[in-house]
């Protein structure tokens, strides 16, 4: 079963930037839908972004225009670029591999933008 892990959360400054990487244990050439998910807390889980194995991705209106999903299958790794973050970014973000009889989630990383 292939396990997920996010990196590069962390402590950001309002309109700084971070960039979350999310490693597979396996192929991700596969995987029919990547995204990322985030948490704030007393708050439900909410997509972010997603992105398919065609590479399209779809955005939640509040990050269109400031945060960016890729994937590189080559270093089975899922990216998210955030940019202009904002106070109300401050969550766990996790990602998730899903698609057919697969729905991996990584455990989260942490985000934080303050001043």
């Known amino acids: 079963q292939v396990q997920l892990a996010e990196s590069g959360g962390g402590l950001v400054q309002p309109g700084g930037s971070l960039r979350l990487s999310c490693a597979s244990s396996?192929?991700?050439?596969?995987?029919?839908?990547m995204g990322w998910y985030r948490q704030a807390p007393g708050k439900e889980r909410e997509l972010v972004a997603l992105?398919?194995?065609?590479?399209?991705?779809n955005y939640a209106d509040s990050v269109k225009g400031r945060f960016t999903i890729s994937r590189d299958n080559a270093k089975d790794t899922l990216y998210l670029q955030m940019n202009s973050l904002k106070p109300e970014d401050t969550a766990v973000y996790y990602c998730?591999?899903?698609?057919?009889?697969?729905?991996?989630w990584g455990q989260g990383t942490q985000v934080t933008v303050s001043s």
């Open positions: 998730r591999g899903w698609g057919g009889a697969m729905d991996n």
């Open positions: 992105i398919s194995s065609a590479g399209h991705s």
């Open positions: 396996g192929s991700i050439f596969s995987i029919l839908f």
